[in-house]
C-alpha cells in the first residue's frame, strides 16, 4: 500500500526506492506525529522533527562530529567500552542483554557529554532515562500506531488510555533532554573539571544557540541507547543458532591476531575480516532495527510513471521487503547466511548490494552510519576473538525467539551459553577489565 493505492509488490519496491532515493522533489519532511511529538514530549528529537531551519541546523551539528572524516575520533571511546563491555561478559554471561544495554547507553553518554554510567546491571539514572525513551520511541515512532496521529483533536481527551502511556514515557524524555546536559553546563560554568565530549566543545565554541546544542547532542545520546543494542542482541543469537558460521568467523579472526602478533582486534583489521564484515551485513539485513523506516512526508506534488503523488502524502518505506527481496539476496532471505555477501573465494562480493537500506533513506538517512558500522566491526570482531556462543538445549532456528513490533525492533529476551573460549582467552579480558576498573 503506498500513497492509499494497491501496488505489486515489486512496483512498489520500485517507487518507494525511486521517492525515497532523491528522485521526488522532496521526500525528507516527517508527518504530524502526535503520540510521539506532542504527547510523549519528544518534538525535540531532530529525527522526527518537520523539514525545516531547525531541523537543518541540528543536522549540521550532528554532521560535524559524525561525518567519514571526523568519527574515528571517538574510536579510543569504542575501544574503551569494548572493554568494559568484554569484562562484564566474562564476569556475568548470562546478563549479556543488560551489558549490551550498558555498553551502549554508557558509550554513548560518554562520547556526547563526557559522564559516567554505574557499573552494568547496577541502576543507573541515565541508562533508566535512556531506555525507557527509547521505549516510548520504539512504541510511538511507528506512524498510526496510535489513533490520535491520525485524528490529533484526541489529544485534548484526558482519561484516554493512550494519554497514561504517553505520561510515562514523558517523564523520561523529559530527563534524558535536560539532565546530562545541564550537568556539563553547570559543571563548565562553575570551572570545575569536565571530561572533553561533543557537548563540552559546542558550549565552548559558542557558535550555535544553546537550545540547539541541547536539543541536539540529547537526539544523539537517545539514538545512541537505541539500534546499536538490538543489531548486537541479533548478532548473539545468530551466533547461538548458527555454529558452524561463527567457527568460521572465528577462524579467519584467530589467523589476523596470529599474523599481527596481538590478542584482540583493532579497527583497522576490518579490510582482512571479510567474514566478520559479511556477519555485520548479515545482521542489519536479517532482522533490521527498523524494518518500516520512520515517515517520510512528501511537501510537493510530484508524478511517477503517471501516478500522481500529492504533497502531504505520507510514505512508510518497507526496509524489511526489499532487505528480504529473494531477487536481490537469494531464495533463502530468512536464514541468517553472511556468505551471501562473499565469493567463492571468501572475499566480500561488490555485486551484492549492501543492506544500505537498513539506515533509511534520502536526505533523512542515518547520520551515525558511519560509526555505527566500525562500531559493529569492532564489538562483533572482539566478542568473537574472546567468546564462544551457543544455543541452551532445545534452542534451535524452529524454536527460536521472535522479535518486538515498533519502530524499533528488538529480540524477544531469550538465554544462551557464552564462555571464554579457553583459559588464554580468559586472561586477556580480565586484564582489560582491570584496565578499566574505577580507581
Ligand atoms: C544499528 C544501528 C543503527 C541503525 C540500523 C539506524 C537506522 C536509522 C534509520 C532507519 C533512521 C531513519 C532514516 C529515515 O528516516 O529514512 C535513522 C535516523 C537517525 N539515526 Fe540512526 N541508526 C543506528 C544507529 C544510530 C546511532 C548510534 C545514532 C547516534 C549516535 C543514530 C542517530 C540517528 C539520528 C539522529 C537519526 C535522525 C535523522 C534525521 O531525521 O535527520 N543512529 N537511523
Not at 138 to 152: H, W
Request: charged share 20%.
Amino acid at each position: 500500500m503506498f500513497l492509499g493505492r494497491m501496488f505489486s509488490s515489486s512496483t512498489l519496491q520500485r517507487l518507494q526506492r525511486h521517492c525515497l532515493k532523491g528522485n521526488l522533489r522532496s521526500t525528507g519532511d516527517r508527518p504530524r506525529m502526535t503520540m510521539l511529538n506532542e504527547l510523549v514530549g519528544l518534538s525535540w528529537h531532530f529525527g522526527f522533527m518537520p523539514q525545516g531551519n531547525t531541523w537543518k541546523t541540528h543536522r549540521r551539528i550532528f554532521a560535524n562530529d559524525f561525518n567519514s572524516a571526523s568519527v574515528s575520533q571517538f574510536r579510543p571511546h569504542q575501544l574503551k567500552w569494548r572493554d568494559i563491555f568484554l569484562g562484564n561478559l566474562l564476569k556475568t554471561p548470562n546478563d549479556f542483554e543488560t551489558h549490551i544495554q550498558h555498553l551502549a547507553s554508557g558509550l554513548s553518554l560518554d562520547m556526547v557529554f563526557g559522564l559516567d554510567v554505574q557499573p552494568s546491571g547496577k541502576p543507573d539514572p541515565f541508562i533508566h532515562a535512556a531506555t525507557q525513551a527509547v521505549e516510548g520511541l520504539a512504541a510511538a515512532g511507528l506512524f498510526g500506531t496510535y489513533v490520535v496521529d491520525y485524528l490529533p483533536l484526541l489529544k485534548h481527551l484526558p482519561f484516554a488510555q493512550f494519554q497514561r502511556q504517553a505520561k510515562a514515557w514523558k517523564t523520561s524524555v523529559d530527563i534524558a533532554v535536560t539532565v546530562p546536559f545541564n550537568i556539563v553546563k553547570t559543571n563548565m560554568a562553575e570551572g570545575k573539571d569536565v571530561q572533553p565530549s561533543i557537548a563540552s566543545s559546542l558550549i565552548e565554541a559558542a557558535a550555535f544557540a544553546e537550545a540547539d546544542i541541547q536539543k541536539t547532542t540529547s537526539s544523539t545520546f537517545a539514538n545512541g541507547s537505541a539500534a546499536v543494542v538490538s543489531a548486537l542482541r541479533t548478532f548473539v543469537l545468530a551466533m547461538s543458532l548458527n555454529p558452524g558460521i561463527q567457527s568460521k568467523a572465528q577462524n579467519e579472526i584467530d589467523a589476523v591476531l596470529l599474523n599481527a602478533g596481538k590478542s584482540l582486534p583493532d579497527f583497522g583489521d576490518e579490510a582482512s575480516c571479510p567474514w566478520i564484515t559479511a556477519i555485520v551485513k548479515e545482521v542489519l539485513r536479517w532482522n533490521p532495527v527498523v524494518p518500516l523506516a520512520f515517515p517520510h512526508k512528501l511537501t510537493a506534488d510530484d508524478v511517477y510513471n503517471g501516478y500522481h503523488l500529492p504533497a502531504g502524502s505520507v510514505i512508510l518505506p518497507n526496509a524489511w521487503a526489499m532487505l528480504h527481496n529473494a531477487k536481490v539476496y537469494g531464495e533463502d532471505v530468512s536464514s541468517f547466511r553472511p556468505e551471501r555477501f562473499l565469493t567463492k573465494e571468501g572475499k566480500l562480493d561488490p555485486s551484492i548490494k549492501s543492506p544500505d537500506v537498513a539506515f533509511g533513506f534520502g536526505r533523512r538517512v542515518c547520520p551515525a552510519r558511519n560509526l555505527v558500522l566500525s562500531e559493529l566491526f569492532i564489538f562483533i570482531a572482539s566478542t568473537l576473538a574472546m567468546f564462544e556462543i551457543s544455543s541452551i538445549e532445545g534452542t534451535n532456528r524452529e524454536t527460536a525467539p521472535g522479535y518486538t513490533s515498533g519502530l524499533l525492533r528488538y529480540p524477544v529476551r531469550f538465554s544462551c551459553k557464552i564462555r571464554s573460549r579457553s583459559p588464554r582467552h580468559e586472561n586477556i579480558v580480565e586484564a582489560l577489565a582491570q584496565r578499566n576498573e574505577p580507581n
